[in-house]
């Protein structure tokens, strides 16, 4: 089946620590996304990469840092830097960079304490 | 700045009962799309709208946009519980780079009371 995974489901971690976290897709999307999501609030995008070995930041990147070395595969790492790193991070991709409509991964619960 | 603002935020209604979910956004665009989402979940995607007057149905949901007014609409007829869920819109805008992004509306929480 094609489709976004997200591990680990939740994910908890202590305040200071970095963690990182995994999407992987199988849809031979050009381009993917990080959105974080806080209660009652609609979807912020965090990073974008348009192809591979290429990213950028979005509207909410301080505190976070991506990679993109291969085209399934687009982690994202909260660092220490990130002031309220507790929230709901989903991954998304698209066909390419000018395609608009994105397919959803099932998202990861981070919670810092 | 592209804003994108949905109304009411909040909507409990009973079975059987229509409504309007209302999705405002500020500047030009011809594409957007609607997204249901379950509690704990993620985005399912429900319809995408790519020009003026695009209208597309789907069960007890239809959906419309008026790109003139800057204008999205999600209705619901004779809802049902099992349409309890939170419902965003997005609109798609197109950076200095030319990426095209989606800025999305905070959600309207439904809750169809039996």
């Known amino acids: 089946d094609g489709g976004i995974t997200q591990s680990p489901k939740y994910l908890f971690r202590k305040e200071g620590q970095n963690v990182t976290l995994s999407c992987e897709q199988n849809?031979?999307?050009?381009?993917m996304y990080w959105y974080r999501q806080d209660p009652g609030q609609g979807l912020r995008l965090i990073y974008y990469?348009?192809?591979?070995?290429?990213?950028q930041k979005g509207d909410i990147a301080e505190g976070y840092s991506v990679s993109r070395e291969k085209k399934e595969s687009f982690p994202l790492t909260v660092t220490s830097a990130q002031k309220n790193p507790t929230a709901f991070y989903l991954c998304?991709?698209?066909?390419?960079?000018?395609?608009?409509?994105?397919?959803f991964g099932p998202g990861t619960r981070l919670t810092v304490t | 700045e592209l804003k994108v603002e949905q109304n009411p935020l909040f909507l409990s209604m009973q079975e059987g009962k229509n409504y309007t979910i209302y999705c405002n956004y500020s500047t030009t665009s011809d594409r957007l799309y609607w997204y249901r989402q379950d509690p704990g979940k993620s985005l399912e995607s429900l319809f995408v709208?790519?020009?003026?007057?695009a209208v597309k149905q789907e069960g007890r949901l239809m959906a419309s946009l008026d790109t003139k007014a800057r204008l999205s609409t999600l209705h619901i007829t004779a809802a049902v519980h099992d349409l309890s869920a939170t419902y965003f819109c997005?609109?798609?805008?197109?950076?200095?780079?030319?990426?095209?992004?989606?800025?999305f509306g905070k959600g309207t929480k439904l809750t169809v009371n039996p």
């Open positions: 849809l031979n999307h050009d381009a």
């Open positions: 709208l790519l020009s003026n007057g």
């Open positions: 990469s348009q192809i591979v070995n290429d990213f």
């Open positions: 998304a991709s698209s066909l390419t960079w000018s395609t608009s409509e994105q397919y």
């Open positions: 997005a609109v798609d805008r197109v950076d200095q780079g030319g990426s095209e992004k989606l800025v």
